[in-house]
């Protein structure tokens, strides 16, 4: 893996800013705030005795749904060697304006829309790339619950992002917590795998996404490819 400077563009800066996007989404999204990587302005890494790689990286970030952009600085340590096996990426992240966006109002009414509900959706986005606007939210969901996944797998050699949510079901809701089991599909950009995974979380306006099990599913061959979201 290169040391030094890092091109913005090329795979190990754009895997470390990937992995600050997920950590964002796991800490602040919610169904209308998503967190997206807009751009790479410059990197360097280094080796750490007996941690790992570091990389210092200054970035742009997006919120997808309000559109706006803050410039963010981060530090991203990959574990290596033994404690690659147990842990994830260990990120600092600074994007202080972003996380001010308030959404309250409308996850409020969004919990009270779902609240008495049990309901049943497919294929976000369909094969044409579309997403009804009344099932936005449940995408969204997905993306940030999905970014738990991602985190949590995120290495020096992987660079995920999410494709689908093939299915969704709302299931009871259980102290005041929203509870989804989403099956996710997610897109390897390195291998250009197409992994299925089984995701049980609840939400809420005030305790946000709580992952319950994430379970990586068998590869499906006859599968339909989702479209393309990049």
Not at 122 to 134: N, Q, T
Not at 185 to 192: A, G, I, K, N, T
Request: proline residues 5%.
């Amino acid at each position: 893996m290169e040391i030094g400077e890092l091109n913005p563009n090329h795979y190990p800066a754009q895997r470390a800013a990937k992995a600050v996007q997920h950590y964002l989404n796991t800490r602040y999204g919610s169904p209308y705030r998503v967190f997206g990587l807009h751009k790479v302005h410059s990197g360097n890494a280094e080796d750490v005795a007996d941690s790992g790689r570091k990389y210092r990286l200054d970035i742009s970030v997006q919120d997808f749904i309000s559109k706006s952009t803050e410039n963010c600085s981060a530090e991203v340590l990959f574990p290596r060697g033994e404690q690659q096996q147990q842990r994830r990426p260990q990120i600092q992240a600074s994007c202080k304006e972003l996380c001010k966006i308030n959404t309250k109002a409308q996850e409020e009414a969004l919990y009270q829309q779902y609240k008495n509900q049990s309901l049943v959706a497919a294929h976000l986005p369909d094969s044409y790339g579309h997403i009804e606007p009344d099932m936005e939210p449940l995408w969204h969901l997905g993306t940030v619950a999905s970014s738990f996944i991602m985190l949590n797998e995120s290495t020096e050699n992987t660079l995920y992002n999410m494709a689908q949510v093939a299915n969704v079901t709302q299931l009871e809701t259980e102290n005041n917590q929203l509870k989804f089991d989403y099956h996710i599909l997610l897109h390897e950009m390195v291998s250009q795998e197409i992994i299925h995974w089984k995701l049980l979380f609840s939400w809420s306006p005030s305790e946000g996404v709580k992952v319950l099990q994430m379970e990586q599913l068998p590869h499906c061959h006859d599968c339909e490819k989702p479209p393309d979201t990049n």
